[in-house]
């Protein structure tokens, strides 16, 4: 049975910083590409960053250079580092693996990030 689990979610000040962490299991990790999504109240998840089974990374134009994605196969768990936080930011993050060379998708059940004074 395959199992993502977010954790790192919490409260922070404007200007805080925040490690999510996403834990895997079950799945051959490093075939996977891992996606972060985030969806703030009201609004539509969108994809924040991703890395891929490359080590290659990617970010919405609002997260870069503030966020950075990693990931350690050795753990099967991905990384979300998140500095500069705005209250913008605030929403429930997400990861999603997605198989490289095939169809399996997987979703956590989500971390709750909020920055607020």
């Known amino acids: 049975q395959a199992q993502l689990v977010e954790s790192g979610g919490d409260l922070v000040q404007p200007g805080g910083s925040l490690r999510l962490s996403c834990v895997a299991s079950?799945?051959?990790?490093?075939?996977?590409?891992i996606d972060w999504y985030r969806q703030a109240p009201g609004k539509q998840r969108e994809r924040v960053a991703y890395?891929?089974?490359?080590?290659?990374?990617n970010y919405a134009d609002s997260v870069k250079g503030r966020f950075t994605v990693s990931r350690d196969n050795t753990k099967s768990t991905a990384y979300l580092q998140m500095y500069g936080l705005k209250p913008e930011d605030t929403g429930v993050y997400y990861c999603?693996?997605?198989?490289?060379?095939?169809?399996?998708?997987?979703w956590g059940q989500g971390t709750q990030v909020t920055v607020s004074s």
């Open positions: 999603n693996a997605n198989e490289r060379w095939g169809t399996n998708t997987f």
């Open positions: 079950g799945i051959v990790f490093e075939d996977y590409v």
């Open positions: 890395i891929t089974t490359t080590m290659t990374t």
